[in-house]
């Protein structure tokens, strides 16, 4: 029979057993984990696109140097104070970026898609001191907008709705922002017929509260009409 001694020797050496039996298991577990992430790393880089490295590596590198919203918003009111076209233009800002929206009566003439000679003002300063930054790739949107009177029936040839009015007018400005030297990369023209009334948010729109009877009574009025027609320049956050 073992005495006390005896017995407590006997002891530590089963608690010893089993703490090498237990950290030969951790050992074992940890290189098989090692193992598992070894492979895993393998097969991953096996099936990486070369073109996403290279665009990888090409977004590391030194980034320009981008204008702030607070200091576009700024030059795009410089230029409306320039040319002295407040109460026919405005500067807002809504989700998508800094919006300069102008009057049509300022744009086109009626059912036309020839430019006025101060919208060609407006973007011959729009194109200098903001839309022209080089390495700047944000994207720029022209927007077309106008009321809800039918297109003449003598031009319907030519738009047979106020779809591709508007849809033209943004393209003519885009057209004439291409050639005085804007990036036409970072240039796309939206038409958004009647559909977009000058009352109404860019939630408004997206979030559905545009239907027919909308659009009715927010063109009840000439002076409701006048507002709607318009042009939009958007330049984007992204």
């Known amino acids: ?27 074992y577990a940890d290189m098989m984990t090692l193992l598992f992430a070894f492979f895993v790393l393998l097969f991953s880089m096996s099936t990486i696109d070369p073109v996403k490295i290279s665009q990888l590596m090409d977004g590391m590198g030194d980034q320009p140097e981008l204008k702030s919203f607070n200091e576009i918003t700024k030059e795009f009111e410089d230029i409306l104070e320039e040319l002295n076209i ?12 800094v919006t300069l929206e102008i009057d049509g009566d300022i744009c086109f003439e009626s059912a036309s898609t020839q430019l006025h000679e101060t919208l060609i003002r407006v973007l011959d300063l729009a194109a200098k001191k903001v839309l022209s930054q080089a390495d700047d790739p944000r994207l720029i949107t022209v927007e077309g907008h106008t009321d809800a009177d039918q297109i003449p029936k003598e031009l319907r040839k030519f738009f047979p709705t106020n779809w591709e009015l508007s849809a033209a007018r943004a393209s003519k400005v885009v057209n004439y922002l291409i050639d005085i030297g804007v990036n036409s990369g970072k ?15 860019w939630y408004d729109v997206r979030s559905g509260k ?5 659009i009715a009574e927010n063109n009840k009025t000439e002076e409701q009409k ?9 330049f984007s956050k992204n």
């Open 86 to 97: 407040e109460n026919q233009a405005k500067v807002s800002r809504d989700p998508r970026g």
């Open 226 to 234: 006048k507002i709607n027609r318009r042009i939009k320049i958007v």
């Open 187 to 201: 240039l796309q023209a939206s038409g958004y017929a009647d559909r977009w009334p000058a009352s109404l948010s």
């Open 1 to 27: 029979m073992m005495n006390k001694q005896e017995l407590d020797q006997f002891e530590d050496e089963i608690r010893g057993s089993i703490k090498e039996e237990q950290s030969w298991m951790m050992t």
């Open 210 to 214: 545009v239907n027919n009877a909308v």
